[in-house]
């Protein structure tokens, strides 16, 4: 290639870069704004769930199926799942999210464990419902990748790492976002030692979840062990 030619070439990638950088942060502004007028909106939502734990070192994977819930109160969020299988086995366990603090619930074995969450919890929890656009880009460095379908849905992809690493077990979190309705269909999280977890989500249904849904109905004799 003539020098005249390389020249030209390296002029041309280095207009469009810019541009293409400029066109990217223009979308990804364009669907935070997106997730802020949701979220204003939002009260609750409740949805299936699949979940797929990956560990690299035996290549394996363990699913998981069953519901969540999630809904806002004042400046805070509440979650609740029902485990109902663990590999097509019937393995029924609650969580619970509420007021700081994470019980997990075993109805075969009578046992309630209550562990105090931390400050970091909801964070992770409005990644997938109900989470603003604002705090999204307050918490996290934002990286758009374009739009993906999931079920006939529009989503923007959008990968995430953390502002204040910490001691995070993660590299990094991608989330498909609709962004109009302030939700997220999948989420996978990737560690630094190869392991991965996905979550899909599906039949979601927005702002009817009563307040009954986030206590736990535990069976009379549950032992309860606080950590």
């Given at each position: 290639?003539?020098?005249s030619?390389?020249?030209?070439?390296?002029?041309?990638?280095?207009?469009?870069?810019?541009?293409?950088?400029?066109?990217?942060?223009?979308?990804?502004?364009?669907?935070?704004?997106?997730?802020?007028?949701?979220?204003?909106?939002f009260?609750?939502?409740?949805?299936?769930?699949?979940?797929?734990?990956?560990?690299?070192?035996?290549?394996?994977?363990?699913?998981?199926k069953?519901?969540?819930?999630?809904?806002?109160?004042?400046?805070?969020?509440?979650?609740?799942?029902?485990?109902?299988?663990?590999?097509?086995?019937?393995s029924?366990?609650?969580v619970?999210?509420?007021?700081g603090?994470?019980?997990y619930?075993?109805?075969?074995?009578?046992?309630?464990?209550?562990?105090n969450?931390?400050?970091?919890?909801e964070?992770?929890?409005?990644?997938?419902?109900g989470?603003s656009?604002?705090d999204?880009?307050?918490?996290?460095?934002?990286?758009?990748?374009?739009?993906?379908?999931?079920?006939?849905?529009d989503?923007?992809?959008l990968?995430?790492?953390?502002?204040q690493?910490g001691?995070?077990?993660?590299?990094?979190?991608?989330?498909?976002?609709?962004?109009?309705?302030?939700?997220?269909?999948?989420?996978?999280?990737?560690?630094?030692?190869?392991?991965?977890?996905?979550?899909?989500?599906?039949?979601?249904?927005?702002?009817?979840v009563?307040?009954?849904?986030?206590?736990?109905?535990?069976a009379?004799?549950?032992?309860k062990?606080?950590?």
């Amino acid at each position: 290639m003539k020098k005249s030619n390389l020249l030209r070439t390296f002029a041309v990638i280095l207009i469009f870069t810019p541009l293409a950088a400029l066109a990217q942060n223009a979308e990804l502004q364009k669907v935070l704004a997106e997730m802020d007028e949701a979220s204003a909106k939002f009260q609750s939502a409740q949805a299936d769930f699949v979940w797929d734990q990956y560990t690299a070192v035996v290549q394996s994977h363990d699913y998981q199926k069953g519901t969540i819930a999630f809904r806002r109160l004042g400046n805070t969020t509440e979650m609740v799942a029902h485990i109902k299988t663990e590999n097509d086995q019937p393995s029924p366990k609650d969580v619970l999210y509420k007021g700081g603090e994470l019980d997990y619930y075993q109805p075969s074995l009578k046992q309630e464990t209550i562990l105090n969450a931390g400050a970091n919890v909801e964070r992770y929890l409005t990644l997938g419902f109900g989470g603003s656009g604002k705090d999204l880009a307050a918490h996290w460095n934002i990286t758009y990748q374009g739009t993906e379908k999931i079920a006939d849905v529009d989503t923007a992809k959008l990968d995430l790492t953390p502002k204040q690493p910490g001691n995070n077990e993660f590299t990094h979190i991608t989330v498909w976002v609709d962004a109009k309705q302030a939700i997220s269909l999948k989420q996978q999280v990737f560690q630094a030692s190869g392991d991965w977890r996905t979550a899909v989500y599906s039949n979601i249904r927005l702002n009817s979840v009563p307040p009954s849904a986030f206590v736990l109905q535990l069976a009379p004799g549950t032992q309860k062990v606080r950590k």
